[in-house]
């Protein structure tokens, strides 16, 4: 049985470990005289018996999950000969990928060696055999499990206490989780960007005004040196959020103004759903709609006017992509409006502020902090955005700032440096790491700056 399945299932048993557990609960209260001799609510019997039954399963599933697939190819690759035998990682991995096609029937076992041919039948076995012993041991801790809570139910048992402190726990590690996940991702960037600034130097690509990571991928090949400066890759990603967000914030801002303190309910409730559809449109829909209708008009208008305008460029990217981020910055701001209290309103109108000055002096000193933030997420989507760029923009990094020439981002960068088989040993590989690590400082500090200004200017009411 599949794990998606049996995953189902274990639910399906914690459910009923639910219904037995709150009905032995009422059924010991009955005598006594009621419920309210039992210690706790029946629901937190019904909860102790299905978190009982439902977590020892979860646990054995998600470890035999893990590490079932490396233990059969541990197995599958000892029954090899000797001369089939893998020398490195690389190897392994091709000759796994092997075994697995011929296994599932993407490669015909007529054309693969008879050892390979064995290995790809063990395999099958192998992974029959986990799927049978795993559903078996997961159903079976998962019966033992709640038929223990359901024996353990006493009317003096104080369950509330102990499921509060198991989902106490869960609650932890959910937030553990995703603290050690930050981290994670922050120390694999860093270890490989550690690696690339042994093979470039830092000076070179933090200052550096060039961009060309053509570089030779084996000792006989013969390459250019390769250029690593991030100078052109950051201007060009600045140059197009930038576009963006002059684009988005006043849009954006002034429909979550008109939408909350002008609009009526009917105008607001056609309105605000027409806006947040941008969100749902696919980002390569944008970009198609940059490169074939925004890039080509804004070209042959410069022509028209007598300025040399590329067909594709930083405005006609960053104009759409300011687009695209509308709903982030109208809809938050929105919200957070709204959330202002009613009671702040009254009072600047009765002291006979205008609707304009009320939403100037108060409404929007209120709501500052929510727009903020906004308007940073705003930055961040205009910042990681990748398809607009490469069919609007282009991938030429070019260090200007003039919006009508071909500029690209380190995004669009990054993806196409790990496009491919790549060796990650080359620096044209690692350098996508230390864009990330350096493109993740700078909104680090975007957000660091934004957090200042949100506590120079905010106001806070009682």
């Not at 299905?50 to 599958?76: K, S, Y």
């Not at 102990?162 to 932890?172: M, R, S, T, Y």
């Amino acid at each position: 049985m599949q794990p998606a399945n049996l995953l189902l299932i274990t639910l399906v048993f914690a459910a009923v470990a639910y219904g037995l557990g709150y009905f032995r609960s009422r059924t010991l209260a009955m005598p006594l005289g009621g419920i309210r001799h039992l210690k706790s609510l029946p629901f937190y019997y019904g909860a102790r018996a299905a978190l009982w039954c439902g977590i020892p399963a979860l646990i054995v599933l998600a470890l035999w999950a893990a590490f079932q697939g490396q233990v059969i190819q541990t197995i599958v690759v000892g029954s090899l000969p000797e001369n089939l035998l893998p020398n490195n990682e690389g190897e392994a991995s091709l000759l796994l990928s092997k075994i697995s096609n011929v296994a599932t029937g993407a490669l015909s076992r007529d054309f693969a060696d008879p050892a390979i041919v064995q290995a790809s039948e063990l395999l099958i076995r192998l992974r029959e055999q986990s799927q049978m012993y795993m559903t078996a041991l997961v159903m079976a801790v998962a019966v033992l499990t709640g038929f223990i809570a359901w024996v353990r139910i006493r009317p003096a048992l104080n369950a509330r206490v102990q499921v509060e402190a198991i989902l106490k726990w869960i609650f932890f590690s959910c937030a553990a989780l995703a603290i050690l996940t930050t981290l994670g991702i922050i120390f694999s960037v860093a270890f490989e960007t550690v690696r690339f600034f042994h093979k470039v130097s830092f000076f070179d690509f933090i200052f550096g005004t060039h961009w060309s990571p053509q570089t030779a991928l084996r000792a006989d090949q013969v390459a250019a040196e390769g250029a690593f400066g991030m100078i052109p890759l950051f201007t060009g990603t600045l140059l197009i959020s930038l576009i963006a967000m002059l684009v988005a914030v006043p849009v954006g801002l002034m429909s979550a103004i008109y939408l909350s303190e002008y609009a009526n309910s009917k105008v607001r409730g056609i309105v605000k759903p027409l806006l947040e559809m941008l969100a749902g449109v696919p980002t390569v829909v944008y970009g198609f709609f940059a490169a074939l209708t925004v890039a080509p008009f804004i070209s042959d208008l410069g022509a028209a006017i007598g300025i040399s305008a590329s067909s594709q460029s930083a405005l006609a990217a960053g104009a759409v992509m300011g687009i695209m981020i509308i709903p982030f910055v109208s809809s938050l701001s929105d919200d957070v409006i709204n959330a202002v209290p009613q009671s702040l309103r009254d009072g600047s109108l009765a002291l006979g502020a205008t609707q304009s000055e009320t939403m100037k002096k108060v409404i929007f000193p209120a709501a500052l902090p929510g727009i903020m933030g906004g308007v940073l997420l705003a930055a961040s989507r205009a910042i990681g955005e990748t398809m607009i760029v490469v069919m609007a923009a282009g991938l030429a990094a070019n260090l200007t700032a003039n919006p009508l020439e071909t500029v690209t981002t380190v995004t669009v960068q990054i993806v196409t440096l790990l496009t491919g088989d790549q060796e990650f040993d080359s620096a044209k590989t690692l350098a996508a790491f230390a864009l990330g690590a350096m493109l993740f400082l700078s909104t680090l500090l975007l957000n660091i700056f934004a957090l200042h200004i949100v506590r120079k200017y905010r106001e806070q009411y009682d």
